[in-house]
């Protein structure tokens, strides 16, 4: 996971428990029932049920309900969580039954209070407490009575360990495996072609590897330096041709489109085979760490919109919307190695699919019957319209995935 | 930049009923006798730091006769959802967000599971802050898409290019404008991205413009960036029987039914070559506009909110026959039906490749009947002295949909009834 995946998943979180936490406060039963939210103004049959608890290395959410067979009122809780341990835990609140897991608390400080709402409704509850050092420590279950009429619950979700996410990342990891060598075998066309000067076959050939490529889904450094080596985009300031410094698909593609030599081209696509064989001889290539693999399919389409169809990666070939159709695939393809496990976590995934199928297929509407693609440039605005409105919606369903697919604990960890 | 008859200030009035002051009250109550609801909910409220809210549900979309707030923005817009089912399902989106977003209030809860339902940008609790948003449909609406050419608005059509106007196509038009109006930059900001995130596939961006309005400088009208007060005789929006004549359109004849307590929008942004006007002379520009600049009163008299009193300088020797406020508004009984409401706010958005200032007007008026307001004064405006140094780029003709009634009512239902 790159550096930015990772805060990015951290502020998330961050966000997420503040959210909770706000909406709670103010929720009111009168207005939870509408499609959207209203003012809370008139909040007051509803004000949250407040909390002081504790948690150590032995206990954990000590104060909520009053002991053995606690039983609390349903509806808005609002918590204030001391960390009375000398490590930073994380803290998660439970549903006995479902394992649903309603809050969490990432690596609250040692020492440190933290504040926390949810809105909950008929059930047994718990707390869970992971310290950084130690084992575990479960909480007392309390009794949770019925929330008031009308009171919108805070979403839960059954977790997904870093072992269950470990199993898809192999899976995902053996299949990018598989499909190197079809990777490598392409590279060694193109090269073929450069070296014996065919430069028409070649630039056939450079789009049939760079879609190869980009349905692996290398979104946001998920290769690291070796993506930067075969797939580099320019340094700022430079194009694809003036940058001295650029290897890889955009070098050679900005050589094919603007009538460079053959020696010149050949020269790149040399080095580009190199460069994907050092990506094919390198271990952590099939390695996907678990926590990016719940990310993936939703990056993979963000980076489509923000350099796909924004056409900034065009040097010359004007292929961007076979970029994109071959990153839809590879979201698509990640997002397949997830399906079982959020059939029943994610209520939108058929959604979600059906978004990605049917903008995959308008995108192909622009791939012409003589096997070229329309240049992004060509659509009409109400065509480009349509795409961006496509795209759009598809990522805005895809981007929950990352959430519900962060690894967690669960109670029986 | 027409110019039309009342003298009633209504954005002072707004301002004083913000400060609690008596006078206001009596502001705030007109207003919400006559509306019904484009009234702030408590000057008591406005005491305390809180910014005001409009009541979203009404006959009327609450940002037709509000108060000019300081910050705008133009949203117009292309429907990509299907058909009628798909469009049906975006105007209900729009609706339940902006009726939130005018509400404030806590945003939905979506738990663990989903990144966090609003952007956070007004904090954890989103502020009314004297939001408005007002949803008008352009005449490409109406075209065999969504099956609505038969209740087209009987005026509604593509906004024509005029003798001095300099239009770009890229910048005109579209199936829908959303035009938000707030206190605040942010709140506006705020709306805007809520909207379009909620109806991200719906709907696209076509263009945009963003506006502002001034305080008054240093009492009065509000002025526009050629340093004129702009608006100081616009019709008294607390007249709901002027409001009934001038802005709301009536079902019947060759309306549809629906449009009944909708208006027609007409949006005209308008470039204003500044630095050229900077170096004319004041003399010129007074008799261009036919006030003082300072003032903001007519040349015939001392005070802003002044009768012109066109009568008594029939061959305009005090204010040229040229003048824009006299071809605007005659003031004469056979023109007084062609007035309109005006909502104008400047602009400022970037320069130009000789190193000019893009700045301007962003023209808003809502009609009653289009061409008899609009289109009649904007012909009667044709090669005022005006015209060489403004420069119509962009804009459109919309309907502005009558409002939601109810919590389960949404905008544009009667279009499908």
Same mark, same amino acid.
């Given at each position: 996971? +790159? !550096?930015?995946?990772?805060? @990015?998943?951290?502020?998330?979180?961050? $966000?997420?428990?503040? #959210? &909770?936490?706000? *909406?709670? %406060?103010?929720?009111?039963?009168?207005?939870?029932?509408?499609?959207?939210?209203?003012?809370?103004?008139?909040?007051?049959?509803?004000?949250?049920?407040?909390?002081?608890?504790?948690?150590?290395?032995?206990?954990?959410?000590?104060?909520?309900?009053?002991?053995?067979?606690?039983?609390?009122?349903?509806?808005?809780?609002?918590?204030?969580?001391?960390?009375?341990?000398?490590?930073?835990?994380?803290?998660?609140?439970?549903?006995?039954?479902?394992?649903?897991?309603?809050?969490?608390?990432?690596?609250?400080?040692?020492?440190?209070?933290?504040?926390?709402?949810?809105?909950?409704?008929?059930?047994?509850?718990?707390?869970?407490?992971?310290?950084?050092? +130690? !084992?575990?420590?479960?909480? @007392?279950?309390?009794?949770?009575?019925? $929330?008031?009429?009308? #009171? &919108?619950?805070? *979403?839960? %979700?059954?977790?997904?360990?870093?072992?269950?996410?470990?199993?898809?990342?192999?899976?995902?990891?053996?299949?990018?495996?598989?499909?190197?060598?079809?990777?490598?075998?392409?590279?060694?066309?193109?090269?073929?072609?450069?070296?014996?000067?065919?430069?028409?076959?070649?630039?056939?050939?450079?789009?049939?590897?760079?879609?190869?490529?980009?349905?692996?889904?290398?979104?946001?450094?998920?290769?690291?330096?070796?993506?930067?080596?075969?797939?580099?985009?320019?340094?700022?300031?430079?194009?694809?041709?003036?940058?001295?410094?650029?290897?890889?698909?955009?070098?050679?593609?900005?050589?094919?489109?603007?009538?460079?030599?053959?020696?010149?081209?050949?020269?790149?696509?040399?080095?580009?085979?190199?460069?994907?064989?050092?990506?094919?001889?390198?271990?952590?290539?099939?390695?996907?760490?678990?926590?990016?693999?719940?990310?993936?399919?939703?990056?993979?389409?963000?980076?489509?919109?923000?350099?796909?169809?924004?056409?900034?990666?065009?040097?010359?070939?004007?292929?961007?919307?076979?970029?994109?159709?071959?990153?839809?695939?590879?979201?698509?393809?990640?997002?397949?190695?997830?399906?079982?496990?959020?059939?029943?976590?994610?209520?939108?995934?058929?959604?979600?699919?059906?978004?990605?199928?049917?903008?995959?297929?308008?995108?192909?509407?622009?791939?012409?019957?003589?096997?070229?693609?329309?240049?992004?440039?060509?659509?009409?605005?109400?065509?480009?319209?349509?795409?961006?409105?496509?795209?759009?919606?598809?990522?805005?369903?895809?981007?929950?995935?990352?959430?519900?697919?962060?690894?967690?604990?669960?109670?029986?960890? | 930049?027409?110019?039309?008859?009342?003298?009633?200030?209504?954005?002072?009035?707004?301002?004083?009923?913000?400060?609690?002051?008596?006078?206001?009250?009596?502001?705030?109550?007109?207003?919400?006798?006559?509306?019904?609801?484009?009234?702030?909910?408590?000057?008591?409220?406005?005491?305390?730091?809180?910014?005001?809210?409009?009541?979203?549900?009404?006959?009327?979309?609450?940002?037709?006769?509000?108060?000019?707030?300081?910050?705008?923005?133009?949203?117009?817009?292309?429907?990509?959802?299907?058909?009628?089912?798909?469009?049906?399902?975006?105007?209900?989106?729009?609706?339940?967000?902006?009726?939130?977003?005018?509400?404030?209030?806590?945003?939905?809860?979506?738990?663990?599971?989903?990144?966090?339902?609003?952007?956070?940008?007004?904090?954890?609790?989103?502020?009314?802050?004297?939001?408005?948003?007002?949803?008008?449909?352009?005449?490409?609406?109406?075209?065999?898409?969504?099956?609505?050419?038969?209740?087209?608005?009987?005026?509604?059509?593509?906004?024509?290019?005029?003798?001095?106007?300099?239009?770009?196509?890229?910048?005109?038009?579209?199936?829908?404008?959303?035009?938000?109006?707030?206190?605040?930059?942010?709140?506006?900001?705020?709306?805007?991205?809520?909207?379009?995130?909620?109806?991200?596939?719906?709907?696209?961006?076509?263009?945009?413009?963003?506006?502002?309005?001034?305080?008054?400088?240093?009492?009065?009208?509000?002025?526009?960036?050629?340093?004129?007060?702009?608006?100081?005789?616009?019709?008294?929006?607390?007249?709901?029987?002027?409001?009934?004549?001038?802005?709301?359109?009536?079902?019947?004849?060759?309306?549809?039914?629906?449009?009944?307590?909708?208006?027609?929008?007409?949006?005209?942004?308008?470039?204003?070559?500044?630095?050229?006007?900077?170096?004319?002379?004041?003399?010129?520009?007074?008799?261009?506009?036919?006030?003082?600049?300072?003032?903001?009163?007519?040349?015939?008299?001392?005070?802003?909110?002044?009768?012109?009193?066109?009568?008594?300088?029939?061959?305009?020797?005090?204010?040229?026959?040229?003048?824009?406020?006299?071809?605007?508004?005659?003031?004469?009984?056979?023109?007084?039906?062609?007035?309109?409401?005006?909502?104008?706010?400047?602009?400022?958005?970037?320069?130009?490749?000789?190193?000019?200032?893009?700045?301007?007007?962003?023209?808003?008026?809502?009609?009653?009947?289009?061409?008899?307001?609009?289109?009649?004064?904007?012909?009667?405006?044709?090669?005022?002295?005006?015209?060489?140094?403004?420069?119509?780029?962009?804009?459109?003709?919309?309907?502005?949909?009558?409002?939601?009634?109810?919590?389960?009512?949404?905008?544009?239902?009667?279009?499908?009834?």
């Amino acid at each position: 996971m +790159s !550096q930015r995946s990772q805060f @990015a998943l951290f502020w998330a979180v961050v $966000a997420l428990v503040v #959210a &909770v936490g706000v *909406a709670a %406060t103010v929720l009111s039963p009168a207005h939870g029932g509408a499609a959207q939210p209203q003012a809370a103004s008139t909040a007051s049959a509803s004000a949250p049920h407040s909390y002081e608890l504790t948690a150590n290395r032995s206990t954990c959410g000590v104060g909520w309900g009053d002991g053995a067979n606690a039983a609390v009122p349903g509806g808005a809780q609002s918590f204030t969580i001391a960390n009375g341990n000398d490590a930073p835990m994380d803290i998660q609140l439970q549903e006995q039954g479902s394992k649903k897991v309603f809050l969490e608390l990432d690596g609250v400080g040692a020492g440190a209070k933290t504040t926390a709402q949810v809105v909950l409704g008929k059930g047994r509850y718990r707390f869970a407490c992971y310290p950084e050092d +130690s !084992q575990p420590a479960i909480g @007392a279950t309390v009794r949770v009575g019925a $929330a008031p009429h009308g #009171a &919108v619950l805070s *979403a839960g %979700t059954a977790p997904l360990t870093r072992n269950q996410l470990n199993l898809v990342a192999i899976a995902y990891g053996k299949w990018v495996d598989g499909r190197l060598p079809t990777l490598k075998k392409q590279v060694a066309q193109l090269d073929a072609d450069a070296e014996e000067g065919d430069l028409a076959r070649a630039k056939a050939d450079w789009l049939t590897a760079h879609l190869s490529y980009e349905t692996l889904g290398a979104a946001y450094d998920a290769f690291g330096d070796h993506d930067a080596e075969i797939n580099g985009m320019p340094a700022s300031g430079t194009t694809a041709l003036s940058d001295r410094g650029l290897t890889g698909f955009h070098k050679i593609e900005a050589l094919l489109w603007s009538g460079a030599p053959a020696a010149a081209v050949a020269a790149q696509t040399r080095r580009l085979g190199a460069a994907v064989d050092s990506l094919i001889a390198d271990p952590g290539t099939a390695q996907i760490d678990p926590l990016v693999i719940g990310l993936r399919s939703h990056e993979i389409v963000e980076n489509a919109i923000q350099f796909e169809l924004t056409g900034a990666t065009d040097a010359g070939s004007h292929t961007n919307l076979a970029t994109i159709d071959a990153n839809l695939s590879s979201a698509t393809i990640a997002l397949g190695f997830l399906k079982s496990d959020l059939a029943t976590r994610y209520p939108a995934l058929p959604d979600a699919e059906a978004a990605l199928a049917s903008t995959q297929k308008l995108v192909e509407s622009y791939h012409r019957p003589d096997g070229s693609w329309a240049p992004l440039l060509s659509l009409t605005r109400a065509q480009r319209e349509r795409l961006n409105a496509a795209l759009g919606g598809t990522v805005e369903l895809l981007a929950p995935v990352a959430e519900i697919a962060e690894p967690r604990f669960t109670p029986d960890e | 930049m027409n110019e039309q008859s009342s003298n009633a200030p209504s954005r002072r009035g707004f301002l004083i009923g913000m400060a609690g002051a008596a006078a206001g009250a009596a502001t705030t109550a007109a207003v919400t006798a006559g509306l019904g609801a484009a009234a702030p909910a408590a000057a008591a409220a406005h005491a305390a730091g809180t910014a005001a809210r409009y009541e979203f549900h009404g006959a009327h979309q609450a940002g037709v006769l509000a108060p000019v707030r300081r910050s705008t923005s133009l949203l117009a817009l292309d429907v990509t959802a299907q058909g009628a089912a798909g469009l049906t399902e975006l105007l209900q989106t729009i609706t339940d967000t902006a009726r939130f977003l005018t509400t404030g209030g806590a945003p939905r809860e979506l738990g663990i599971t989903a990144p966090p339902s609003d952007s956070g940008v007004l904090g954890p609790e989103v502020t009314a802050g004297g939001l408005t948003v007002t949803l008008a449909v352009g005449a490409s609406l109406f075209d065999g898409r969504f099956g609505l050419a038969s209740v087209k608005p009987s005026k509604l059509r593509p906004m024509e290019d005029f003798p001095n106007d300099a239009l770009d196509r890229a910048i005109c038009d579209g199936d829908l404008l959303l035009q938000f109006e707030a206190d605040d930059n942010d709140v506006v900001i705020h709306g805007v991205r809520e909207v379009l995130r909620a109806t991200r596939a719906g709907m696209q961006l076509r263009w945009r413009r963003d506006g502002f309005s001034s305080p008054p400088r240093p009492s009065g009208t509000p002025r526009n960036l050629m340093g004129f007060k702009d608006g100081t005789a616009n019709i008294d929006r607390t007249d709901a029987k002027l409001m009934d004549q001038l802005v709301w359109a009536h079902g019947g004849q060759a309306e549809p039914a629906w449009v009944e307590g909708g208006s027609y929008l007409a949006v005209r942004v308008i470039r204003m070559l500044v630095e050229f006007w900077d170096r004319v002379g004041i003399e010129e520009q007074q008799q261009m506009f036919g006030r003082y600049k300072g003032s903001g009163a007519p040349l015939t008299g001392s005070s802003e909110f002044e009768d012109p009193h066109y009568e008594r300088d029939p061959n305009g020797d005090s204010i040229p026959l040229s003048a824009h406020i006299r071809v605007a508004n005659p003031r004469t009984p056979g023109t007084e039906n062609q007035r309109m409401l005006r909502r104008a706010f400047n602009y400022d958005g970037g320069i130009d490749a000789n190193g000019n200032l893009d700045q301007g007007l962003i023209f808003t008026a809502f009609n009653q009947d289009i061409e008899r307001q609009f289109v009649t004064v904007q012909k009667r405006l044709i090669d005022e002295p005006l015209v060489d140094y403004i420069s119509p780029v962009g804009g459109g003709y919309y309907f502005a949909l009558p409002g939601a009634r109810d919590a389960s009512d949404w905008l544009g239902k009667g279009m499908f009834a």
